[in-house]
């Protein structure tokens, strides 16, 4: 299971500050289990993984088998919260270089419907040409524009090379149960569908169907996965004590880094597979803190890669800024340094040690860099990358989350910011039912 260091954060704000969140933290842990807060619709990712089923988890590997069996590629069609928690648990886990491999044990995942680049789009199509492919086509409504648009040309060429009959084979649908354009379409056509529960958003949904199913065709198993999710979620109870508590005191510690003055948190890690984790992290906290005119900015960085970029910002910028590294224990291959005679390169003082080693120290160099150059830091320790671990991970953001939108006075679970851009797009573009709106908005052009 993970572990929870601030230390490094005591130059910064005292241990007595962060500790006399308790109660502030305790009534958010009450809102979350009595429904009482802002976005107490929106709950149900809170105790999901204690809840999640055998017989379910079955259903789901069974379809997943059936992708697995019929398809050499699988299409995971979805924006947001709709893809990047399977992205990320799938590249967390994946070998770096599998898809370059002859012999797979899986289908090639590839993602869309998360942009509406044309070509994106038409080298996604033309690289489909030969290929068996399905797709899962992941959305609630089955309007949202990037999704809909990706997967009205995916269904069209799924049929057109498969036939009708085969392509209802390899389309599954994860939408809303009773409603929406995925679900009339689903329904319609016959595909399997998996529900998308009513009071689990977007961003919380990588225990759903919505992110367990992906992650089943990509061959990674979806039972430890949630067991993982479910030791973290008694972990992070709200019977648990502070000081006990992973959940409460990563949440705690960024407010009080937030009210002193700490405007941005940056996500670290120095493993290239946890990419997608910050990306997935991003926009939980993007999300859900960005409102009402405050909020954590949340960033990310990959290390030491971005140590020869934003290395030079991070340690002599503005001082408005905290990390957070996700540290990795244990790595799962070995590799050692050889040794070179003619020693061109200066490095026959690392021959012999091995590669993580010296990953591990320029981790443990830039931790104190950073802090002495004004930069407080936590760190995460992950055990190792397998499901169980990225399972308890997610579900310890997800918590947080929640305790920590709560702290900042904000309704963490809705996002109406996000609709501002859609009303513009759907104006200029002329939809129907929007003429107003484009008329004011060509004015203004």
Wanted: hydrophobic share 40%.
């Amino acid at each position: 299971m993970i572990s929870l260091n601030i230390e490094k954060t005591f130059g910064f704000i005292s241990k007595e500050k962060v500790s006399a969140y308790d109660a502030e933290v305790k009534a958010a842990q009450e809102m979350l289990e009595k429904g009482t807060g802002k976005g107490n619709d929106f709950l149900g990712w809170l105790h999901l993984p204690s809840f999640i089923s055998k017989e379910h988890l079955a259903e789901l590997n069974a379809t997943a088998k059936v992708l697995r069996d019929n398809c050499e590629v699988v299409i995971i069609a979805g924006i947001g919260g709709s893809y990047l928690g399977a992205r990320a648990v799938i590249e967390a886990l994946s070998n770096s270089f599998t898809w370059l491999q002859d012999k797979k044990t899986a289908p090639v995942m590839i993602y869309a419907g998360h942009n509406i680049s044309e070509d994106y789009l038409y080298e996604l199509t033309e690289y489909l040409k030969d290929k068996k492919f399905g797709v899962i086509n992941i959305s609630k409504s089955g309007t949202t524009t990037e999704t809909a648009l990706a997967f009205r040309l995916l269904k069209k060429q799924c049929e057109d090379q498969r036939g009708k009959e085969t392509a209802k084979q390899v389309i599954v649908a994860v939408t809303d149960a009773k409603k929406g354009a995925a679900r009339v379409t689903a329904d319609k056509e016959g595909y399997k569908t998996f529900i998308i529960p009513d009071n689990v958003g977007g961003r919380f949904s990588v225990l759903t169907p919505v992110g367990l199913l992906p992650i089943a065709v990509a061959g990674f198993d979806i039972e430890q996965l949630v067991a993982g999710a479910a030791d973290m979620e008694k972990a992070c109870g709200a019977d648990v004590p502070f000081a006990e508590n992973p959940a409460a005191i990563y949440a705690a510690t960024r407010n009080e880094l937030y009210r002193s003055g700490k405007k941005i948190e940056i996500l670290v890690n120095f493993c290239p597979k946890l990419h997608y984790v910050s990306e997935w992290w991003k926009q939980l906290y993007g999300e859900s803190e960005g409102k009402d005119n405050k909020g954590i900015f949340p960033a990310s960085v990959d290390f030491s890669t971005d140590l020869h970029s934003m290395g030079q910002w991070i340690q002599e910028g503005e001082r408005s800024i905290f990390e957070t590294v996700i540290s990795l224990d244990k790595v799962d291959h070995k590799l050692e340094v050889p040794f070179d005679e003619a020693n061109l390169d200066g490095l026959n003082f690392l021959a012999g040690k091995r590669v993580d080693e010296v990953n591990k120290m320029a981790e443990l160099g830039t931790q104190l860099a950073h802090v002495d150059g004004g930069v407080p830091n936590m760190r995460i320790v992950l055990p190792s990358l397998n499901e169980y671990n990225i399972g308890g991970l997610l579900y310890f953001f997800e918590k947080a989350c929640g305790i920590s939108g709560y702290l900042l006075g904000v309704n963490p679970f809705n996002q109406p910011g996000v609709e501002a851009y859609k009303k513009n797009m759907f104006a200029l573009l002329d939809k129907p039912g929007y003429e107003e709106e484009s008329k004011a908005i060509r004015a203004k052009l």
